[in-house]
């Protein structure tokens, strides 16, 4: 077993579950290492590892830039993946049960990438994110096709305080006819937020109910911050 699927494993899912279904996303312990976050950040000058480069501003999506990989991914982001999937698959199949939804996420990434090759959904989503003094990001979903598997994961690269000020993540939680509900997340090097891709359930009175979510990220006051996305469904 890797590094990566060793840490994840170690991980107490049951607390992430909770934290999921009452706050709406979950925060893990430092789980990459100083050296681990060094060369994701390093991997970014690296043209030849990405299939495709946004530059925030000309879409209006913010200010700043990210660059997806394209296969094969490096080992540490493959390994978050099919691991990360491993132990989230059941969480996403709770939630579509929760909300009425008779189909199940499949047990593995494997299986899982290949129901969204079905849809015509077979480039790579994982990708880094660079802000400079300045950038933030826009509220927004992440989704490439018709298939999204419910959950994501951002890992967090860069020393808060050292390298960067500012830049917290931000989570929006909307349900209709009620205000919005917003969280904002200052997490350390090396940790993991997971969050909802395009909603959740939230428990109501009556019934569980589906709030809509979306991410983002606040302006970066100084430095430098770079963030890993770890995506589980792939783009057309």
Known sequence: MSA????????????IDQS??????ACTEPLLSDAECAEMIAVYADDRRFRKHIVMERLRFGIGEYKYFRDPLPALVRELRVHGYRHLAPIANRWREALGDAKRFPATWREFRAECAARGQTQPTPLILRYEAGGYNRLHQDLYGDLAFPLQMTCFLSRRGVDFEGGEFLLLESEPRAQSRGEVIAAERGQIVIFPTRERPVRGKLRMRRARMRHGLARVESGSRYALGIIFHDAR
Not at 20 to 25: D, I, N, Q, S, V
Request: hydrophobic share 45%.
């Open 4 to 15: 990566i699927a060793e840490r994840l494993r170690g991980l107490d899912w049951r607390a």
């Open 20 to 25: 999921l279904w009452e706050r709406g996303y």
